[in-house]
T-cell receptor, first 119, second 114 residues
Framework: GDSVTQMEGPVTLSEEAFLTINCTYTATGYPSLFWYVQYPGEGLQLLLK?????DKGSNKGFEATYRKETTSFHLEKGSVQVSDSAVYFCALSDPFNPMTTDSWGKLQFGAGTQVVVTP | DGGITQSPKYLFRKEGQNVTLSCEQNLNHDAMYWYRQDPGQGLRLIYYSQIVNDFQKGDIAEGYSVSREKKESFPLTVTSAQKNPTAFYLC?????????????FGQGTRLTVV
């Protein structure tokens, strides 16, 4: 079945350092890809998304490019801040399959990567 | 403001009791979801509903039940059959219909068995 694999954390960085979180996926069709962020004690918020190959999602200085050839969607930020400390989840959404309703918009998440940014 | 409201934020349950977690949305979304979050395991899908009066089991439905009598509401019952219910529970909703729709999450309910 579909799956998402992301690098284990915690990732500890100093402020202004470069951040990369690796994410690879397995899917039978052409999924949409997402990065969500979770701050302590809260639910998840969408950070960015990409819906087709070579699309680049970006938001708040974060970027990720949908690479179909390597089945990857790595998250990057050039200069992190203490406020970026959170858990980051890579996710895919099953592609729409008219033969079944089971895959309709259902999200599959990676295990999450905790990022800690120190001053 | 539109959003998803989960209640309560913290819930304590004695062993052998059923408890119900509330999830309400005013986003006019068709699809709603329940996820369970355990440390280091990401989010696992418990149940989801694409439309009123219809729902499907997710990956870990055993010991849980849901209902979808109204579009706005998708309560989750954790039954006594759930062997290890202590976890953080997240409800989400989306417009649904296509794979690129964003899911909106509630703030979560932390359930602890005492």
């Amino acid at each position: 079945g579909d799956s998402v694999t992301q690098m284990e954390g915690p990732v500890t960085l100093s402020e202004e350092a470069f951040l990369t979180i690796n994410c690879t996926y397995t899917a039978t069709g052409y999924p949409s890809l997402f990065w969500y962020v979770q701050y302590p004690g809260e639910g998840l918020q969408l950070l960015l998304k990409a819906t087709k190959a070579d699309d680049k999602g970006s938001n708040k200085g974060f970027e990720a490019t949908y690479r179909k050839e390597t089945t990857s969607f790595h998250l990057e930020k050039g200069s992190v801040q203490v406020s970026d400390s959170a858990v980051y989840f890579c996710a895919l959404s099953d592609p729409f399959n008219p033969m079944t309703t089971d895959s309709w918009g259902k999200l599959q998440f990676g295990a999450g990567t905790q990022v800690v940014v120190t001053p | 403001d539109g959003g998803i409201t989960q209640s309560p934020k913290y819930l304590f349950r004695k062993e052998g009791q059923n408890v119900t977690l509330s999830c309400e949305q005013n986003l006019n979304h068709d699809a709603m979801y329940w996820y369970r979050q355990d440390p280091g395991q990401g989010l696992r899908l418990i149940y989801y509903s694409q439309i009123v009066n219809d729902f499907q089991k997710g990956d870990i439905a055993e010991g849980y039940s849901v209902s979808r009598e109204k579009k706005e509401s998708f309560p989750l019952t954790v039954t006594s059959a759930q062997k290890n219910p202590t976890a953080f529970y997240l409800c989400a909703s989306s417009i649904g219909g296509t794979a690129d729709t964003e899911a909106f999450f509630g703030q979560g309910t932390r359930l602890t068995v005492v």
